[in-house]
């Protein structure tokens, strides 16, 4: 395209009526996909992206920004459960759990005052998908499969997969009997010696890099085998896994197509039938058969709806990338922290000879009775608008905390002659032809 094609600056009248018709024509498209049709349709034209949404905007056709700090729009939230089976005094006396209202949901609150620096608690994962560094030490038999910690100094303390075989090879490896045995709630239908079947959706989850869809396996892995126990034992993992925060991802997909993103969904379907493929119907007899022996009882109608129906595999790919810690654990009451820009609690991985999976809960300052614990899910160096922007992608709304709160008042007194700026911008970079 020449330096000269795109020098025109259409009227507003000509750049609306040009874009509800391409919204009428692709109902489905974000703000980025109208901006390119548009461009596409009208090659001399010099027309922003952020002009294009705002008349989305004002016509309604797309929810507001939900990076600006006024937007009130964005409807959609996680859903909410309790998990009344939960005893916090398993990991702490000092906190609570608290539910707050069916936007917000629960919780967790000082029981007591707590000083700056305390240890609050420790907790051990219920599933873990680490990061992909440690998974591949984990396939080079140097890291623990349980615990992640490296292991790559040979010491007689460390146990190989029981199941590995010259003919079925397994490169699970553990840094003691204790988290071989821990391994056993997890790793059977993972193992690529006891369920071959399981391989690839592992590998398409590492190729992809997919956290969640990995965290997933590993969650429904938990479930299937815990319901070939007592009732007791699924019972209690079955309460972890429906007390967790859940938005699905096609609920998720609305928030991000007001951003101009579109989903995967040729990959989601490619993960679901991995997914069966490892878990309900390998491909081959002999892998049906090995899967049958680690299956012995028939799992429940409950069950199979929750982990093998379509919809029921994407809310719990989104209930994993909700409630994941950075590093990959899911923990069951961490899982309950909320959000704020400015956190007052810190998450610590110290045990990293001994318990890397590990996390160390530390106040970041005092505490009074009653008040909420709080991390962040975002990156708190980044500017309200992209915070917020991030928050609402799972469907949270606008951070009310102390700093944003302050920081959203001085964007509105500066609003106005950062827009007034902007338009100039948009128009000098037009003459200039790099628009």
């Not at 395209?1 to 020098?7: G, I, K, V």
Request: glycine share 4%.
């Amino acid at each position: 395209m020449s330096s000269t094609s795109r020098n025109v600056i259409p009227t507003e009248d000509e750049v609306r009526k040009a874009i509800i018709e391409l919204k009428k024509g692709n109902p489905a498209s974000g703000v980025a996909k109208i901006h390119s049709l548009l461009l596409h349709a009208n090659s001399s034209w010099t027309v922003s992206e952020k002009r294009v949404r705002k008349i989305l905007q004002s016509e309604g056709l797309i929810n507001s920004d939900p990076g600006t700090p006024n937007s009130t729009t964005n409807i959609i939230h996680p859903s909410f459960r309790l998990n009344k089976s939960l005893d916090v005094n398993k990991w702490t006396n000092r906190v609570e759990v608290k539910y707050f209202d069916a936007i917000k949901g629960k919780g967790l609150v000082a029981k007591e005052n707590i000083a700056k620096g305390d240890v609050l608690w420790k907790e051990d994962p219920f599933i873990l998908a680490p990061e992909w560094e440690i998974y591949d030490l984990q396939h080079l038999s140097e890291a623990c499969s349980f615990c992640s910690c490296i292991i790559r100094d040979h010491s007689p303390l460390h146990i190989s997969c029981e199941a590995s075989t010259t003919a079925t090879p397994c490169t699970a490896r553990y840094c003691n009997r204790l988290c071989r045995l821990q391994a056993e709630k997890v790793h059977p239908l993972l193992c690529s010696a006891r369920n071959p079947a399981s391989v690839p959706l592992l590998a398409f989850a590492r190729d992809a890099q997919w956290m969640a869809l990995h965290a997933l396996a590993q969650c429904t892995s938990r479930l299937l085998l815990a319901s070939q126990q007592d009732a007791a034992t699924f019972d209690l993992d079955w309460e972890v896994v429906q007390g967790l925060a859940e938005l699905g991802m096609e609920e998720r997909a609305q928030c991000l197509r007001e951003q101009g993103l579109e989903p995967d969904r040729e990959n989601w379907r490619r993960a679901f039938e991995l997914y069966l493929q490892a878990f309900k119907e390998p491909r081959t007899p002999a892998e049906q058969k090995k899967l049958a022996r680690v299956l012995k009882k028939p799992i429940s109608e409950e069950l199979q709806k929750f982990t093998f129906e379509y919809q029921a595999f994407l809310r719990g790919l989104g209930r994993m990338s909700l409630n994941l810690e950075a590093h990959g654990g899911l923990y069951r009451l961490h899982s309950h922290l909320n959000h704020s820009c400015t956190p007052n609690v810190s998450i610590r991985h110290l045990d990293q000879r001994t318990a890397l999976s590990r996390i160390t809960v530390i106040a970041k300052e005092d505490f009074e009775i009653g008040q909420e614990l709080l991390i962040t899910y975002t990156n708190p160096q980044s500017s309200l608008r992209d915070r917020r922007r991030r928050l609402s992608e799972w469907g949270f709304g606008p951070c009310r905390c102390e700093r944003c709160v302050t920081e959203e008042k001085v964007w509105k007194e500066s609003d106005s002659n950062t827009q007034e700026a902007d338009d100039l911008a948009d128009q000098l970079k037009a003459g200039l032809g790099v628009l």
